[in-house]
Each structure stands twice: as structure tokens, then as C-alpha cells.
């Protein structure tokens, strides 16, 4: 816990077991009228975010309070801690941008104590009573495992940005004891955070959710010991993407030491699963051809307008989705003035496309997937052919962007071009977004349907970024509205 000084003698010496006798009948109180409604109250504080009924996060906050002040685990002795509930408002975080500055006015103004909780939320709760009491809530504490890849990197990019994030751990075993900046200078004096190689079980301990960016078969080892030791977990692995474990041991050739954890992990583009993610202890970040893929398909599979067994997809990517590492093929002088197909049959990508393509439909989805390499560091552009089932009757092009336009309209990071105007990677480059348009091809009947995206960003992190917003009940856009710029 943080005090921040007052500016004199505002704070009362009144009996503090008055002050616990009194929340403890406001939270029976709560309690009572709650169960009469069905709902149960926890007193875990790890579960606070997952309540969206406003009364139960107040009566599950003044329970959590109750616990820290029997514990004493955040109240130094002689400290008093000022609560009553003779008004009591939540008011949602981007009501104030900067809650420490809003807690300074607070002091400056009423002389009154800020107290700075250390726990995971998702609302600032101001207790106002003759006392002035102001309670805020800290930052949410994030550590990424393997910071220094690729991913990684785009993570700590994206993190940086939000408001409402601290880092707790960065962790690389390749580059231990050193500055994340001296790995990717760019970061000079921005991140200049030390490099640990942390035991799991702290990081999980210590933070409110860590991020995985580690290869398959090394995450599902570790995520496991991240949610026994508490922390919520967003992974960038292909081990927890699927439902099915056949299919992902099949396409990855390993055997799942924790085939359970599927079953809870949430697939986490939130455009399809927003409100699963609010609740989720385990997200799985998709690939990112599915990404890029599965969002130019979603508003024809779920109308049932294209013939599912006819999906062909030609997908290009920049040499960053290979990863950071020494590899011959990806040397610059093998690359330059280059372009190329890879993994033509059996990539991996194809059956978590699949899968999900499947859920969409809501019917068996088989389809032809190409992935090609191209001489650039950074984007991913697709083109998907498929043709009208027998329900698209007089397709156009008017038609396809009309479909477009209206499935994407409140969806922010997705945007359904204008009639003709296709979709490029230098428009989406750095960002979160992702562009989508289509044309109907009257000679072969055929739909063809583009979308573009950045790799790292709406493909890998930054759109790990919003799935953390929609699980910690920030608004989607916090953080994100980043561009690369010209």
C-alpha cells in the first residue's frame, strides 16, 4: 500500500474496530440481499474481475478489505483506515485517465489521505464520507516471459502505452542481467527495465497476469505453474488454440502434458469472444495467419453465404512471423528481392483455421492453406477465394462490402473498406488494425475476400493488448490507438 502525504492533520482517530464492525455488517448486509438474488459473494480478491454486477464488486471489494485489515498484510500499525458507506460510487477508470493525479487533487483540495490499494480490479471506488476518505486502486502488475523476441518486444511496445500497466517482470534466459533497451535500443530511455530469468512460480506470484511468448511445447509446461500460482495468463504458443487435443497433437507433433487446460483456455480474438475473455483465467493469442484469415471469413461462415468446402487462402507474411533466430533461409541476402511459398501442406496454422472456421460455420470446415515469405520485416496480407453457397443468391460486389460494413460496424480495430478500395499493408503496419474488403468475381464465380494486418500487432500483440482489455474491463482501445506512421 502507498500513502500519499496529506497536506495536514486530516486524518481522524477514531476507533478502528468501529470502522471494521461497520463494514462488517455493510458486507453482511450485501451478502443477504445478494443471495437473495441468486448470486454469491467471494472473498477472493483474484476474483474481483470477474463480477460485472456493480453491488457484488462493491460488497467483494469491502470483503477484500476486511481480510487486509485482519491479516494486517497492507496496513502498517498505527495507520487508520477511513471507510464508511454513507455514499459509496464506482465509477469506471476512464472516467479518470490518471487516477494518481486525480488522488493529488483529492489531498490538495480536502487535506484528506489517499490510500493506493495493491490488487487486481477494474474499477476506481471513491468512498466518500465526513472524513473525505479517497480510495484508489493501483496499476495492474504485468510480466512477459521470453521479452526479448520478436513478440515480446511488440508486447513491451504495447504495454507501455496503456495507462493502466506496470511491468513487474521481463524475463529472457538468453539475455539475463541485461537492460531491455541494450537488446532493442530503440527502447533507450523508455524501457530501461532489467532482464531476469525469474522462477515462474514468483513472476506468477508477483503479478496480475503474465504473458507468455515461448514456443510450443515449452508453454505448455509453464503456464500451468503460472495459473497454480495464481496470476492470469495471456500465451502466444499454439499449445492452448485448439478444443480438440487429437488435432493439436496431430499438427504439432507432441503429446499435451495438461489436455484439461484446453478446455478453459479462451481463444482471444475479442471480436468473436468478448465476453468469454472478461472472465478468462487463460487466453490462447491466436496465430497470426488465422487472425488475418479467420476475421475476413467470420461475417460469410456465420451467414452460411459461402461454400465451406471451396475455402482456398493465400496468405503472405513478412520475415518477422519466422521469428527472431539464425536461420540461413532468413538471412537478409536470402530474402532480399525474394519471395517464396513455405510449409505448402500441413502447415500448422491450417487446422487451428479449421477448427475455428468450423466453430463460426457451425459445421466441418476443410480448406487449402498457403502460406508465402516475402522481403519485408513486418506485415501479413491474405487473399481468400471461395464460392456462394446456394443461399448468396445475386452477389455482388456491393453486396460483399454491404456484409462487411455491417458485421465489422462496432468493432473499432476492424475496418470494412469502401467500395474498391482494397486492403495494404502499409496501411496497417504498427498498429492494431486490420483492413477487410472483397469482389465477386463473375467469370469463375468466385468470392474473393482480402484482409492485411500487422504480423506482430493485430497478429500477435498488440492484440494480446486487447484481450487483456477486455479482460481486466478496460475499454478496448486503451493503449492502442498507436500507428506507425508515414
Given at each position: 500500500?502507498?500513502?500519499?502525504?496529506?497536506?495536514?492533520?486530516?486524518?481522524?482517530?477514531?476507533?478502528?474496530?468501529?470502522?471494521?464492525y461497520?463494514?462488517?455488517?455493510?458486507?453482511?448486509?450485501?451478502?443477504?440481499?445478494?443471495?437473495m438474488?441468486?448470486?454469491?459473494?467471494?472473498?477472493?480478491?483474484?476474483?474481483?474481475?470477474?463480477?460485472?454486477?456493480?453491488?457484488?464488486?462493491?460488497?467483494?471489494?469491502?470483503?477484500?478489505?476486511?481480510?487486509?485489515?485482519?491479516?494486517?498484510?497492507?496496513?502498517p500499525?498505527?495507520?487508520?483506515?477511513?471507510?464508511?458507506?454513507?455514499y459509496?460510487?464506482?465509477?469506471?477508470?476512464?472516467?479518470?485517465?490518471?487516477?494518481?493525479?486525480?488522488?493529488?487533487?483529492?489531498?490538495?483540495?480536502?487535506?484528506?489521505?489517499v490510500?493506493?490499494?495493491?490488487?487486481?480490479?477494474?474499477?476506481?471506488?471513491?468512498?466518500?464520507?465526513?472524513?473525505?476518505?479517497?480510495?484508489?486502486?493501483?496499476?495492474?502488475?504485468?510480466?512477459?516471459?521470453?521479452?526479448?523476441?520478436?513478440?515480446?518486444?511488440?508486447?513491451?511496445?504495447?504495454?507501455?502505452?496503456?495507462?493502466?500497466?506496470?511491468?513487474?517482470?521481463?524475463?529472457?534466459r538468453?539475455?539475463?542481467?541485461?537492460?531491455?533497451s541494450?537488446?532493442?535500443?530503440?527502447?533507450r530511455?523508455?524501457?530501461?527495465?532489467?532482464?531476469?530469468?525469474?522462477?515462474?512460480?514468483?513472476?506468477?506470484?508477483?503479478?496480475?497476469?503474465?504473458?507468455?511468448?515461448?514456443?510450443?511445447?515449452?508453454?505448455?509446461?509453464?503456464?500451468?505453474?503460472?495459473?497454480e500460482?495464481?496470476?492470469?495468463?495471456?500465451?502466444?504458443?499454439?499449445?492452448?488454440?485448439?478444443?480438440?487435443?487429437?488435432?493439436?497433437?496431430?499438427?504439432?507433433k507432441?503429446?499435451?502434458?495438461?489436455?484439461?487446460?484446453?478446455?478453459?483456455?479462451?481463444?482471444?480474438?475479442?471480436?468473436?469472444?468478448?465476453?468469454?475473455?472478461?472472465?478468462?483465467?487463460?487466453?490462447?493469442?491466436?496465430?497470426?495467419?488465422?487472425?488475418?484469415?479467420?476475421?475476413?471469413?467470420?461475417?460469410?461462415?456465420?451467414?452460411?453465404?459461402?461454400?465451406?468446402?471451396?475455402?482456398?487462402?493465400?496468405?503472405?507474411s513478412?520475415?518477422?512471423?519466422?521469428?527472431?533466430?539464425?536461420?540461413?533461409?532468413?538471412?537478409?541476402?536470402?530474402?532480399?528481392?525474394?519471395f517464396?511459398?513455405?510449409?505448402?501442406?500441413?502447415?500448422?496454422?491450417?487446422?487451428?483455421?479449421?477448427?475455428?472456421?468450423?466453430?463460426?460455420?457451425?459445421?466441418?470446415?476443410?480448406?487449402?492453406?498457403?502460406?508465402?515469405?516475402?522481403?519485408?520485416?513486418?506485415?501479413?496480407?491474405?487473399?481468400?477465394?471461395?464460392?456462394?453457397?446456394?443461399?448468396?443468391?445475386?452477389?455482388?460486389?456491393?453486396?460483399?462490402?454491404?456484409?462487411?460494413?455491417?458485421?465489422?460496424?462496432?468493432?473499432?480495430?476492424?475496418?470494412?473498406?469502401?467500395?474498391?478500395?482494397?486492403?495494404?499493408?502499409?496501411?496497417?503496419?504498427?498498429?492494431?488494425?486490420?483492413?477487410?474488403?472483397?469482389?465477386?468475381?463473375?467469370?469463375?464465380?468466385?468470392?474473393?475476400?482480402?484482409?492485411?494486418?500487422?504480423?506482430?500487432?493485430?497478429?500477435?500483440?498488440?492484440?494480446?493488448?486487447?484481450?487483456?482489455?477486455?479482460?481486466?474491463?478496460?475499454?478496448?482501445?486503451?493503449?492502442?490507438?498507436?500507428?506507425?506512421?508515414?
Open positions: 500500500m502507498t500513502l500519499l502525504p496529506k497536506k495536514s492533520g486530516a486524518i481522524c482517530n477514531a476507533n478502528p474496530f468501529f470502522w471494521l461497520s463494514t462488517t455488517v455493510f458486507v453482511i448486509l450485501c451478502a443477504t440481499s445478494l443471495k438474488h441468486g448470486i454469491h459473494l467471494f472473498f477472493d480478491e483474484r476474483d474481483l474481475y470477474a463480477f460485472s454486477h456493480k453491488a457484488l464488486k462493491c460488497a467483494c471489494f469491502v470483503a477484500f478489505c476486511i481480510l487486509e485489515y485482519q491479516t494486517a498484510r497492507q496496513f500499525e498505527g495507520r487508520l483506515f477511513l471507510l464508511t458507506f454513507a459509496l460510487y464506482i465509477i469506471l477508470h476512464k472516467v479518470h485517465k490518471n487516477p494518481s493525479e486525480q488522488a493529488q487533487k483529492y489531498v490538495n483540495i480536502c487535506n484528506v489521505p490510500i493506493v490499494f495493491d490488487f487486481t480490479g477494474i474499477y476506481i471506488i471513491n468512498c466518500y464520507n465526513i472524513f473525505e476518505g479517497v480510495i484508489i486502486m493501483s496499476k495492474v502488475k504485468v510480466s512477459i516471459i521470453g521479452a526479448t523476441g520478436y513478440v515480446g518486444a511488440e508486447l513491451v511496445r504495447g504495454f507501455l502505452g496503456h495507462p493502466e500497466v506496470e511491468f513487474q517482470y521481463l524475463t529472457s538468453s539475455f539475463e542481467g541485461q537492460l531491455f541494450d537488446i532493442y535500443p530503440v527502447f530511455g523508455v524501457c530501461d527495465i532489467r532482464l531476469t530469468d525469474t522462477p515462474y512460480e514468483t513472476v506468477a506470484k508477483e503479478s496480475d497476469l503474465v504473458v507468455t511468448a515461448l514456443p510450443h511445447g515449452v508453454s505448455s509446461k509453464t503456464v500451468p505453474v503460472l495459473l500460482n495464481g496470476a492470469r495468463v495471456i500465451d502466444h504458443s499454439g499449445d492452448f488454440r485448439y478444443k480438440d487435443v487429437n488435432t493439436y497433437e496431430n499438427s504439432y507432441l503429446v499435451h502434458p495438461d489436455p484439461e487446460l484446453l478446455k478453459e483456455a479462451v481463444y482471444g480474438i475479442p471480436e468473436f469472444y468478448r465476453e468469454d475473455l472478461k472472465n478468462a483465467r487463460l487466453v490462447a493469442n491466436p496465430g497470426c495467419y488465422p487472425t488475418c484469415s479467420l476475421i475476413a471469413l467470420a461475417p460469410f461462415l456465420k451467414a452460411g453465404l459461402i461454400d465451406t468446402g471451396s475455402i482456398i487462402i493465400d496468405a503472405v513478412g520475415v518477422s512471423g519466422a521469428g527472431r533466430k539464425e536461420s540461413l533461409p532468413y538471412s537478409f541476402c536470402e530474402m532480399q528481392e525474394n517464396k511459398p513455405y510449409g505448402v501442406v500441413g502447415h500448422r496454422h491450417t487446422t487451428e483455421i479449421e477448427e475455428q472456421a468450423s466453430f463460426l460455420a457451425g459445421e466441418k470446415v476443410r480448406l487449402s492453406f498457403t502460406p508465402h515469405l516475402a522481403p519485408f520485416k513486418r506485415g501479413m496480407l491474405n487473399t481468400i477465394y471461395a464460392r456462394p453457397s446456394a443461399k448468396f443468391t445475386d452477389v455482388s460486389d456491393e453486396k460483399i462490402n454491404a456484409i462487411y460494413k455491417e458485421y465489422y460496424k462496432d468493432e473499432y480495430f476492424v475496418r470494412a473498406l469502401d467500395m474498391k478500395v482494397l486492403p495494404e499493408i502499409k496501411a496497417v503496419n504498427g498498429s492494431n488494425f486490420i483492413e477487410v474488403n472483397g469482389v465477386f468475381d463473375k467469370e469463375t464465380n468466385l468470392i474473393k475476400l482480402f484482409s492485411a494486418q500487422d504480423n506482430l500487432g493485430k497478429g500477435a500483440a498488440l492484440q494480446a493488448v486487447q484481450a487483456f482489455n477486455a479482460m481486466f474491463g478496460f475499454d478496448e482501445k486503451t493503449g492502442l490507438n498507436i500507428v506507425r506512421g508515414v
